[in-house]
């Protein structure tokens, strides 16, 4: 049996599970409190964990994957390696100080940095031959070190900035690193359940950022309008009881949608349908 961890809450938890039950999976009622969550139709075993303990988890080998953020498996340390990226959670990790104190990297050469991600800050530092006084671990309100003398300067998620900007802090240098969700394994470690939990969640991904397209046009303009709409291979096209025209089906970009529609309609393309797509393979 499979041994998935799920992130049990923050804002990973939520998207989580919902992309595990459009692939097909069990997972517990919305606002559920178990721990463990038994599929037996599919032979798998979840767990629900704190976010940050994931990687540790699977990188001893106790769960075979997990779904955690990239900023977090790369802090933990372990042997566990990203096996895709789930497209939700996306976030910035980035360096910020007092304003107008720091406009590099090597301006925190000898500093005190505080955040919450100690691991990945000390290896980034490292690898670039930064050597900073002291790398201070805190749990939460980082953003407050600077003001209350634990640190010269703080390591974090980015969003928007404006709770830098209301802690007279300001970011520099170039990102850490762009986070996500994240599958992740151990290192060295597969199994057949676990290329079909990948193939799965792909199917979700595609299923989410693409639509099915049908139309009819004249046969004298589907190279015109394959151009539109090439699919992910080749576009479907079928004879209709008009030998002059025929029916044509693709998929193409959500986020494009109504641009492609609005182009074949000026070519000649009548009948114009999307329809979602549920699930796939591809």
């Known amino acids: 049996m499979l041994r998935v961890a799920v992130p049990n809450k923050g804002s990973l938890s939520e998207a989580a599970s919902s992309m595990l039950s459009e692939a097909g999976y069990r997972q517990r009622r919305e606002g559920g409190r178990e721990l463990v969550m038994v599929d037996p139709d599919n032979d798998i075993e979840f767990f629900y964990l704190r976010p940050r303990d994931i990687a540790v988890y699977v990188g001893r080998g106790t769960l075979d994957v997990g779904i955690t953020g990239r900023d977090l498996l790369l802090d933990a340390e372990v042997e566990a390696e990203e096996l895709l990226g789930l497209g939700f959670a996306s976030s910035t990790f980035r360096f910020a100080g007092p304003v107008g104190q720091f406009t590099k990297l090597e301006d925190l050469e000898g500093k005190r940095i505080a955040t919450s991600y100690d691991g990945l800050v000390r290896r980034y530092l490292g690898e670039r031959g930064i050597a900073a ?150």
């Open 133 to 282: 006084s002291r790398v201070v671990r805190l749990d939460g309100a980082v953003e407050s070190s600077v003001r209350l003398g634990v640190a010269d300067a703080i390591a974090d998620v980015v969003e928007t900035g404006s709770t830098l900007k209301a802690a007279g802090m300001d970011v520099f240098g170039e990102p850490l690193l762009k986070s996500e969700a994240v599958l992740i394994g151990r290192s060295g470690h597969s199994l057949p359940a676990i290329d079909v939990l990948i193939r799965r969640l792909q199917g979700v991904l595609v299923a989410r950022q693409y639509v099915l397209m049908d139309y009819d046009i004249r046969k004298d303009l589907v190279e015109q309008a394959a151009a539109l709409t090439p699919g992910l291979e080749s576009p479907t096209v079928s004879p209709l009881r008009d030998s002059e025209w025929v029916a044509v089906r693709s998929m193409v970009p959500k986020r494009e949608t109504n641009r492609i529609m609005d182009e074949l309609y000026d070519l000649g393309a009548r009948a114009i349908l999307v329809s979602s797509i549920h699930a796939c393979r591809i």
